[in-house]
């Protein structure tokens, strides 16, 4: 899969495969949740049906960080992780390029000519409520419109249910919020994951008999509720079980909201490294405990648990 980054790169695509069909699936597709995936598995295999091009076309900010940055919601993955996600897909071409003021101000007919000007469509493939152009102007409907108009066929795809809740990326953003971890996972359709880097901390679980590896935060990124999960962590191809506490630490002061994991039966040094964390459940909220003892106590029990509940989903 080849990615490109800015408008700019269209025309070096153009030079590429200006000779191929292009199938092209059209959405934020923040999460790469299960609905995103039916469409962009639709994408690919409609690509190869007419043996030509399939290209997944996205923004890698949300569009709300421009038009009303108050409401702009975190993001569920990295830009990282959503082209690994689609490449794992079979998409030919990955355009994930940042909403500007030019893109703000882009009419729906000039942004489907903006698409005809570098592209051979054939195919262009949405979500039932997907929008583009100013103010969202643009719908599926009128989607359809132009299709007809400059010979290219639109297909919708119908909103995904689980266990009865529709999935859509907002969706997935406030069961993370919440902490619940098992129903965010299974409207992704995988295990919920963050990759951070490893930084220095206070050393403090280390006198506590429990070293845990620190992590740096992404910026932007959306982080589960403050507490304390049953984890996996992936360290040189190989899963180690884990508990990692979300949170600023109440039991002492004057740390700010982090997350520490405390992988179990390793020893090895961590610092400067990216983990891959997998969460895989939620176990309490956070505690501020009135002594050392309490709190090691607690961590015993939470590892006991975190161990039983990464063992059940095993199974």
Known sequence: ?????????????????????????????????????????????????????????????????????ERCPSQIITAQEKARLIEALSINIFLNIPFTEQM?????????????????????????????????????????????????????????????????????RQLIAAGDIKLASKLLGRVLTIEAQVIKGDGRGRTLGYPTANLSIPTGLLVPKDGVYAVRVLIEGI???????????????????????????????????????????????EIAFSSVEQLTTQIASDISVAQNRIFSRQM
């Not at 979500?127 to 989607?143: M, P």
């Not at 990216?274 to 459940?281: A, R, S, T, Y």
């Open 104 to 172: 703000l101000h882009l009419s729906p007919d000039n942004f489907i000519s903006l698409l005809l000007k570098y592209f051979d469509l054939r195919y262009v493939i949405i979500g039932s409520n997907y929008t583009y152009g100013f103010r969202g102007a643009g719908t599926a409907e009128t989607l359809c419109e132009a299709g007809i108009k400059h010979g290219f066929k639109v297909e919708i795809i119908d909103t995904v249910c689980v266990d009865g809740l529709p999935v859509s990326s907002t969706a997935v």
């Open 239 to 285: 899963r180690r079980n884990a508990i990692a506490n979300i949170g600023a630490n109440p039991t002492f002061t004057g740390s700010d909201r982090r997350i520490e994991v405390y992988i179990l039966d390793y020893s090895g040094d961590l610092y400067g490294r990216f983990l891959l964390v997998e969460f895989v459940d939620r176990i309490r909220d």
């Open 1 to 69: 899969m080849k990615v490109f980054t800015h408008l700019s790169d269209i025309r070096d695509i153009c030079d590429i495969f200006r000779l191929n069909q292009t199938v092209m699936a059209l959405g934020t597709f923040d999460g790469v949740h299960v609905g995103h995936k039916r469409i962009i598995s639709h994408t690919a295999e409609l690509a190869r049906v007419i043996f030509g091009t399939s290209v997944v076309f996205t923004f890698s900010n949300h569009p709300l960080c421009i038009i009303d940055p």
